[in-house]
């Protein structure tokens, strides 16, 4: 009986197990969302990818990779209510979307509490800029672009005023949120952003690796290493701040 029992629990402890890794490669699958918890430290990191284009209110096409804000919002919620996770780690290769959503996201990542790091490796473009910004310490591969132009809407537009103060709060609001988050000036973003020259078919202005960290945007220059790094010793940091305190 004895034995037939440790067998049992055994098997259920192995089978849980196979469950876990399944739901966990699922959320890889789908929205690009794992939890490192196997490292050296022992720290629990929420790791979790924006890619492709940010899909808001429309539907983009089949045939476009997207970061779904729906999605995004409530593993967000789950991660700073959770008292496993201890920290979130934001891979980042978006060529922008919808600016509103994507400005959405961008606030949420700002409100955590917990230590957040963003990695830009490829691209950051368009309302990618915000929401590589909002992490509490940011990193750029070298070779990663950052791309900062006017907003733009797609579809039926009607050429009136209204529409022109319209774009100019979406922008402003954006120039808002990445003066607070970076401490350049909304003067200088804006002037990067009207840049003539650069871009063929567009204004603005493309940031290469370095060239981000010298305007100001982004703190370092680095890749998964530096920005593990960096988080795992803020997590520290804050375990030991709590401890002193108790």
């Known amino acids: 009986m004895e034995f037939s029992g440790v067998f049992l629990l055994g098997y259920a402890r192995k089978k849980y197990r196979k469950q876990l890794m399944n739901q966990q490669l699922n959320n890889l699958l789908e929205v690009g969302e794992i939890v ?3 490292g050296i430290s022992g720290h629990h990191i929420l790791f979790l990818s924006i890619i492709g284009e940010i899909e808001g209110h429309n539907l983009s096409s089949e045939r476009i990779k997207t970061t779904k804000y729906e999605h995004l ?3 967000l919620a789950k991660a700073q209510d959770s008292e496993e996770i201890e920290g979130i780690f934001f891979l ?3 060529v922008g979307g919808d600016c509103s959503c994507g400005l959405a996201v961008a606030e949420m990542i700002a ?3 917990k230590p957040t790091v963003s990695l830009i490796i490829g691209d950051s473009h368009s309302i990618g800029v915000p929401l590589s910004v909002a992490a509490d310490r940011t990193f750029i591969a070298p070779t990663a672009t950052m791309v900062l132009h006017p907003v733009r809407l797609n579809g039926t537009i009607i050429g009136a ?4 103060e319209y774009f100019k709060l979406i922008q402003d609001r954006i120039l808002k949120f990445v003066e607070a988050h970076t401490g350049v000036t909304k003067s200088k973003i804006e002037r990067m952003m009207l840049r003539q020259g650069m871009m063929v078919k567009d204004l603005g202005t493309i940031l290469v690796g370095e060239m981000a960290v010298k305007e100001g945007l982004i703190h370092e220059v680095g890749g998964i290493s530096e920005a593990l790094f960096w988080l795992h010793q803020e997590i520290e940091r804050r375990r030991k701040r ?3 305190k108790n």
């Open 161 to 164: 005023p209204q529409t022109f």
């Open 92 to 94: 980042i290769n978006t």
């Open 242 to 244: 709590r401890n002193y």
């Open 111 to 113: 409100s955590i509490k």
């Open 36 to 38: 490192l918890e196997d």
């Open 73 to 75: 919002l409530p593993i």
